[in-house]
């Protein structure tokens, strides 16, 4: 008896539950992975064929130091983000002490603050006319810097206080969650045992909790590494700060290109890392209940309360009141700044590139996602695989990949239409706005897939196959009862998106075209002409759109953690 194709248990089982093959989708979705992996390829190639001139000096001098003080910086924020992070998370999970609610939410405020404003504040916070040191000589009685020592900003350890101070949140976020999912459940059996809570902590929540750590710290080294604005400020010369020094200063286009090579080294690293940590952290949630908010928390008494309060608080004073503090007091000085056509100039210009780049980053991110839930092949998982590259790659790296195929291309058509008409285009593409959304859309472009996917998660198959019962094509079935139900996690990709590329410094300073600054920009140039108090209306516009983001995670923690 033979058995045709049609009859399979695959095939049935696909069109039973509403999935076709759609060729032009995986197509389409092969191409956003391309356009994905372009900046990448391009550097690569020009790395490859730019010439050894200046390979030499690079290898002996610049790639050797930079990537030295790169491991260090690294090495330091992991160090100090994880500890901080993990400690704090686990406070708010397991124990119950003044002010846990409240510093709950608080410990998630520096999210709102980009390194670079980070590093601005801290500097002016930290400076011989700033409060402390203003205090500590009145206090003391000195008179000039000479009479006494401070530690210096200006340095890889004040690089390291300052990353650390506003990304510890990425470990707190995913310790506190993996903490609240299994860790208080395990804590009481632990304790029902005889152990106590530090044993507890150290040998049963801690191990439990190693998954979701190591994404924190995967996504902390990423983050550090994109940073151009921190870095620079603060006289720390990474590997990215090689790139921009390289390209823009000594000239060398190859040049920049090979430390970039050397960069994407690190960053292909690290997603793998963070891949395999994603899969133990899945892994390790599917074998646990959900949160087990009947647990009780271990009630702290004492001078350990009061320790647990203030360890809670001092992070987001000094990631967050910090760089408020110095950066809202300087815009309280400036309020005639909010009419200045300079400011509304970089505002339009911020609003115009994020909302672009949040419509094209959200449509590529629904086709992706559309594609993997109609059909499910090894093609549209490798292209949803390649897309996510881009959030990996420092902005310095995209800019460089992304400016060089754009100017050819530029290139290209005025040369053709002067030849064939005499016509000339000038830059149509490089010299324009959309270099930078095209490199912000491959930076961005995982964190709107990964939202709406999570969407697409929640609606079951089976709604597709109702609508094909009754009678509806693929196209309808899209329109008419996927995309309303995906109206709100649409919405947040493109709020998520909008939100950080109006932060984005490292790809948008080197793409802007000529006297076209957003609001990033503008805090940069003025901090880099000393005048940080210029930057502060700007930065403070800034902060304020960066908490749209952070009040929504923190109202998702109050959903979830049983407070």
């Known amino acids: 008896m ?26 389409a979705a092969v191409l956003a992975a391309a356009i994905v992996l372009m900046p990448a390829i391009a550097i690569v190639v020009i790395a490859a064929t730019g010439g050894t001139d200046n390979w030499p000096h690079l290898v002996s001098n610049v790639i050797p130091r930079a990537t030295l003080r790169t491991l260090i910086l690294l090495s330091g924020v992991a160090t100090i983000t994880a500890i901080v992070g993990v400690v704090t998370a686990w406070l708010v999970a397991s124990c119950e002490f003044p002010g846990r ?10 999210l709102a603050i980009p390194a670079y404003l980070g590093a601005y504040a801290f500097a002016e916070f930290f400076s011989f006319t700033g409060p402390v040191q203003t205090a500590y000589r009145a206090l003391f009685g000195f008179q000039t810097s000479r009479d006494y020592w401070f530690p210096e900003v200006r340095t890889t350890g004040g690089a390291m206080l300052v990353l650390s101070s506003v990304l510890y949140p990425y470990i707190y976020l995913s310790a506190r969650s993996m903490f609240l999912m299994q860790g208080r459940a395990a804590a009481d059996v632990a304790r029902t045992l005889g ?15 190693r998954p979701a750590i190591m994404v924190g710290l995967t996504l902390v080294a990423m983050e550090t590494l994109n940073d151009i604005g921190a870095v620079e400020y603060l006289g720390v010369q990474t590997l990215t700060f090689s790139i921009f020094d390289t390209w823009l200063n000594r000239g060398s286009l190859a040049g920049a290109a090979q430390i970039a090579c050397v960069m994407l080294v690190f960053v292909i690293c690290l997603m793998m ?7 133990r952290q899945r892994f390790s949630s599917q074998k646990t209940t959900a949160a087990v908010h009947d647990s009780v928390r271990l009630k702290l008494a004492g001078w350990r309360k009061w320790a647990a309060s203030l360890a809670c608080l001092l992070p987001p004073v000094i990631g967050f009141a910090i760089p408020v503090f110095v950066l809202g007091g300087y815009a309280a000085r400036r309020l005639e700044q909010f009419a200045s056509t300079r400011l509304l100039s970089a505002l339009w210009h911020s609003v115009l590139v994020s909302g672009s780049t949040a419509f094209v980053a959200v449509l590529l991110a629904f086709l992706l996602a559309y594609a993997a839930r109609t059909t499910r092949s090894r093609l549209n998982a490798a292209a949803g695989r390649f897309a996510s590259f881009g959030y990996g790659v420092p902005g310095t790296v995209l800019a460089m990949g992304v400016l060089i195929p754009l100017a050819n291309f530029d290139n290209a058509v005025d040369a053709f239409l002067r030849a064939q008409f005499g016509i000339s285009t000038g830059l149509l593409l490089s010299g324009t706005g959309f270099a930078i959304i095209y490199a912000c859309t491959v930076r961005f472009l995982t964190m709107a897939e990964g939202t709406i996917d999570a969407g697409f998660h929640k609606l079951s198959p089976h709604l597709d196959m109702a609508a094909r019962t009754l009678g509806r094509t693929s196209s309808q079935t899209l329109w008419s009862v996927l995309l309303p139900m995906m109206r709100p996690a649409t919405l947040t990709a493109a709020l998520l998106v909008f939100i950080e590329t109006m932060k984005e410094l490292s ?7 000529f006297n076209f600054n957003t609001l990033a920009t503008l805090v940069y140039e003025d901090a880099s002409r000393a005048k940080v108090e210029d930057a502060g209306v700007p930065a403070i516009i800034i902060v304020a759109v960066g908490l749209i983001p952070v009040f929504l995670v923190s109202r998702s923690l109050d959903r979830k953690g049983g407070q």
Do not use: D, W, Y
């Not at 033979?2 to 759609?22: A, F, N, T």
């Not at 890392?273 to 899969?279: F, G, L, P, Q, S």
């Open 195 to 209: 152990a106590g809570p530090l044993k507890v902590f150290a040998r049963i929540q801690i191990p439990m909790a």
């Open 101 to 110: 609610r409240l510093l709950s939410g608080l410990l998630v405020l520096p």
């Open 507 to 513: 790809a948008t300073i080197m793409l802007r075209p």
């Open 273 to 279: 890392v963070e891949r395999a940590a994603r899969r």
């Open 2 to 27: 033979q058995v045709s194709s049609e009859s399979l248990p695959g095939q049935v089982l696909v069109r039973r539950s509403g999935m076709r093959r759609h060729p032009l989708l995986s197509a």
